[in-house]
């Protein structure tokens, strides 16, 4: 296998574990058109490598099988927007303001100026398109955005990477005020129901229209 097509597979393969967390070689192979024993080969090479490790699943029948998924390791390898150097720099603001109110208004102030800059993209959409837009929005932020349409008409909005994480780690304001974002920019209500800072495996918000 030529050494681009391997390693297009291999991105393929951490996105498949980042997005459905742990899975089968089975569960691997098929969305990807591959052979197990193809897929086999790349795991094994990126267990080597310290970025995947495996579990054993014992089964009330049927052989025992491996599950697999990605490493603390291979997750530097996902955007992070150099979280360090924001932590430094946020920390020192916070000791030399005397208190977290500043940093509050950062994250309102951020939040205020990315409202003005995706406006005009949200008008004259239907909730749906609005959704749509915005997990594009997210996607082109580093944040591998994800959107479906749930039974009882609302929408939900998956984030399986969180480029600013150990900023949201520390400072939940972050958290808070995308959640507000979301709302002002749908005009909907959002929920957040599972967290990446709260040790879920992806961000996601439940979102519907607004019954004001």
Same mark, same amino acid.
């Given at each position: 296998?030529?050494?681009?097509?391997?390693?297009?597979?291999?991105?393929?393969?951490?996105?498949?574990?980042?997005?459905?967390?742990?899975?089968?070689? #089975?569960?691997?192979? &098929?969305?990807?058109?591959?052979?197990?024993?193809?897929?086999?080969?790349?795991?094994?090479?990126?267990?080597?490598?310290?970025?995947?490790?495996?579990?054993?699943?014992?089964?009330?029948?049927?052989?025992?099988?491996?599950?697999?998924?990605?490493?603390?390791?291979?997750?530097?390898?996902?955007?992070?927007?150099?979280?360090?150097?924001?932590?430094?720099?946020?920390?020192?603001?916070?000791?030399?303001?005397?208190?977290?109110?500043?940093?509050?208004?950062?994250?309102?102030?951020? &939040?205020?100026?990315?409202?003005?800059?995706?406006?005009?993209?949200?008008?004259?959409?239907?909730?749906?398109?609005?959704? #749509?837009?915005?997990?594009?929005?997210?996607?082109?932020?580093?944040?591998?955005?994800?959107?479906?349409?749930?039974?009882?008409?609302?929408?939900?909005?998956?984030?399986?990477?969180?480029?600013?994480?150990?900023?949201?780690?520390?400072?939940?304001?972050?958290?808070?005020?995308?959640?507000?974002?979301?709302?002002?920019?749908?005009?909907?209500?959002?929920?957040?129901?599972?967290?990446?800072?709260?040790?879920?495996?992806?961000?996601?918000? &439940?979102?519907?229209?607004?019954?004001?």
């Amino acid at each position: 296998m030529p050494q681009a097509e391997e390693g297009t597979t291999r991105r393929q393969l951490m996105h498949l574990l980042r997005t459905q967390g742990g899975s089968s070689i #089975a569960e691997l192979a &098929k969305p990807l058109g591959i052979t197990e024993m193809a897929v086999r080969r790349h795991i094994h090479t990126m267990e080597k490598d310290g970025l995947v490790t495996s579990t054993l699943l014992r089964q009330a029948m049927g052989r025992p099988s491996y599950r697999y998924k990605l490493t603390e390791r291979a997750d530097e390898l996902f955007p992070k927007n150099y979280p360090h150097l924001t932590l430094e720099l946020l920390g020192e603001l916070e000791e030399q303001a005397s208190g977290d109110s500043v940093i509050a208004q950062l994250f309102q102030g951020r &939040k205020r100026k990315l409202e003005v800059k995706y406006r005009e993209l949200m008008e004259s959409k239907e909730l749906g398109e609005k959704v #749509a837009e915005l997990a594009g929005i997210q996607n082109a932020g580093g944040y591998m955005a994800e959107w479906e349409t749930a039974e009882d008409g609302s929408y939900r909005l998956h984030e399986y990477n969180c480029p600013i994480a150990q900023v949201a780690n520390r400072y939940r304001e972050a958290c808070h005020c995308e959640k507000q974002l979301f709302g002002d920019l749908l005009g909907a209500d959002v929920e957040r129901t599972e967290c990446l800072a709260d040790g879920g495996s992806r961000c996601t918000y &439940k979102i519907r229209r607004s019954e004001g």
